[in-house]
Nanobody
Framework: QVQLVESGGGTVQAGGSLRLSCVAS????????LGWFRQAPGKEREWIAG????????FYANPAKGRFTISRDTAKNTVQLQMTSLKPEDTAVYYC??????????????????WGQGTQVTVSS
């Protein structure tokens, strides 16, 4: 069993930055790949970024490339998502998720085994 707790959401103006953090705990969590998803009102959940169990390989969806950076502290079992140049269309609930597929990290939600409760990110224009 793995538990995930996100933090760092909030409201920011367009062009601003936010840093999301997720603390992972539980059995063998260090072997899991970790990812960030988001879901905007009326839209399907969307994969944003993933990082493998070692933190050495990172993967990004097109909306995140060049603006978001995923990182992982393997000693603390945390994963961060640094978001810059935020746009109103980035407004969504952001979720941290863990997958038993340690590497490479999948981009579809059905491959993820555990989910956090989500944190709201609102970008105002």
């Amino acid at each position: 069993q793995v538990q995930l707790v996100e933090s760092g959401g909030g409201t920011v103006q367009a062009g601003g930055s936010l840093r999301l953090s997720c603390v992972a705990s539980g059995h063998a969590v260090s072997r899991y790949g970790l990812g960030w998803f988001r879901q905007a009102p009326g839209k399907e959940r969307e994969w944003i970024a993933g990082i493998d169990w070692s933190g050495g390989s990172k993967f990004y969806a097109n909306p995140a490339k060049g603006r978001f950076t995923i990182s992982r502290d393997t000693a603390k079992n945390t994963v961060q998502l640094q978001m810059t140049s935020l746009k109103p269309e980035d407004t969504a609930v952001y979720y941290c998720a863990a997958t038993r597929y340690g590497s490479p990290v999948p981009s579809i939600d059905v491959r993820y085994d555990y989910w956090g409760q989500g944190t709201q990110v609102t970008v105002s224009s």
